[in-house]
């Protein structure tokens, strides 16, 4: 959701009663509630206008999703599967259209980092990587680095490794969820473990060299690939100007000509941005009459480069990850 989105959200739920919008945010992610909540808590001096814009769009995005003369549950759930893929909307169509109690996972998702870290610290590291799978990265990776480092090193390795849970993992798991959570049921969850998984979380913790060491130890490649998956080269969309700059200082012409014909337009434009007047437009010209390049020469400079930018990384000069640039004073 967008920030735009979120605030025409918060305006519309801020005019709905507090029944009424208590029944709304029922149906939400925790990271919407606690995201339209946050700006709920901003809103100041809205006009007429505003409101009335609000809910003139509502009105008009709910009259052109109208169910009328079809079955709602079939509507309802190919929408949400276009919108969310099937994971998701089979999750969401389970609260929505049986009014199921949220699952085992779904409550931690709700709780703090500490208090989850606390309730899991002693179980064993094939659970702790079961369930930091069906949570958000940020959180898990806010979980994680609360546990010991021999624990958090074993789950993440767990995590990069982890592709299909056995019904015994997985009865074990409901057992274990039951006994921390009071007796709340686990529902049905298909598995998000593998390397992607395990680089979205340690893309968002602080000892990240630590625990890629951790894993380099039992597995070379597949720590080479974590990192692959950490950062990639559409990311440096995320890094600021000033780190864009340090690394297009050593970063040889020929080999930004090639990695830039397998980037996106804004990244074109983000770097172009970040060069003097006169070496952006000899480069764009470059880069017109650059012809047809394979597809493995493109990720091969792609790679150089960001080889280039984890340098920079562990040097301290430049920020990536997660949690996104540092600001600088």
Do not use: C
């Not at 079939?74 to 949220?102: C, E, F, P, V, W």
């Not at 899991?120 to 940020?138: C, G, R, S």
């Not at 056995?166 to 049921?185: F, H, R, S």
């Amino acid at each position: 959701m967008s920030d735009e989105g979120i605030n025409k959200s918060a305006i519309l739920l801020m005019t709905l009663g507090a029944a009424e919008a208590a029944e709304v945010m029922k149906y939400l992610e925790p990271k919407e509630v606690q995201k339209i909540s946050a700006a709920m808590v901003t809103l100041r001096n809205l006009s007429r206008d505003q409101i009335v814009n609000v809910f003139d769009e509502f009105q008009q995005l709910a009259s052109e999703k109208t169910t009328i003369g079809m079955d709602s549950g079939d509507y309802i759930r190919d929408m949400l599967t276009q919108a969310l893929g099937d994971d998701k909307a089979a999750g969401l169509l389970d609260r929505i259209l049986h009014n199921s109690d949220t699952s085992g996972i779904e409550s931690l998702k709700w709780m703090d980092p500490a208090s989850v870290a606390e309730l899991i610290a002693n179980e064993h590291p094939q659970i702790i990587a079961t369930i930091m799978v069906h949570l958000e990265p940020d959180q898990s990776a806010d979980i994680l680095a609360l546990l010991s480092e021999r624990v958090r090193n074993d789950v993440m390795l767990r995590i990069a490794t982890l592709d299909s849970v056995q019904p015994t993992a997985l009865q074990e798991l409901n057992d274990v969820l039951t006994k921390l959570l009071a007796g709340n049921a686990v529902g049905k969850k298909s598995i998000r473990g593998g390397i992607k998984t395990a680089a979205e979380i340690l893309n968002y913790m602080g000892n990240q060299e630590a625990v890629l060491e951790s894993v380099r130890t039992h597995d070379a490649e597949l720590a080479q690939k974590m990192m692959d998956e950490m950062f990639v080269f559409e990311d440096l969309l995320e890094m600021e100007d000033r780190g864009i700059q340090l690394v297009l200082r050593e970063v040889q012409s020929e080999s930004l000509i090639v990695a830039l014909k397998g980037a996106s337009e804004e990244l074109r434009e983000k770097i172009f941005k970040n060069m003097s007047q006169r070496a952006a437009e000899m480069l764009r010209e470059d880069l017109e009459a650059k012809g047809p390049v394979k597809l493995s020469d493109v990720e091969a400079e792609q790679k150089e480069i960001l080889k280039i930018v984890r340098r920079l990384a562990d040097e301290g000069q430049v920020m990536i990850g997660g949690k996104g640039e540092e600001e600088y004073v």
